[in-house]
């Protein structure tokens, strides 16, 4: 079975990814907002399916960017206890087995 080593380097890598895939995908949420609200717009002057059809893909494209985010807060949260397990025990060794 393979030993999973978890050092305090560990989670502090996890930090600057997260944060960044974070702004990517809160770009990527306003931009498609911004494109959902024009639709609509053009839908309440000129009612087409056509409109309804990109409304919808649009409306899935954003729950699926909302799913991401979720989970990415929830990776921070989980980078930080690490950290903070790290920082407040003293008596531990740098590398731990688990």
Not at 6 to 18: D, E
Not at 27 to 49: A, M
């Amino acid at each position: 079975m393979p030993v999973m080593e978890l050092t305090v380097s560990t989670p502090a890598l996890l930090f600057s990814t997260i944060f960044l895939s974070m702004i990517a995908f809160t770009n990527r949420f306003l931009t498609l907002s911004s494109l959902t609200r024009g639709l609509h717009e053009k839908f309440c002057v000129n009612p087409d399916t056509v409109y309804v059809a990109q409304i919808q893909n649009l409306h899935r494209r954003l729950i699926l960017i909302r799913n991401v985010r979720i989970l990415s807060d929830m990776e921070n949260n989980w980078a930080t206890a690490v950290l903070d397990y790290f920082r407040y025990v003293p008596d531990i060794p740098a590398t731990r087995t688990i």
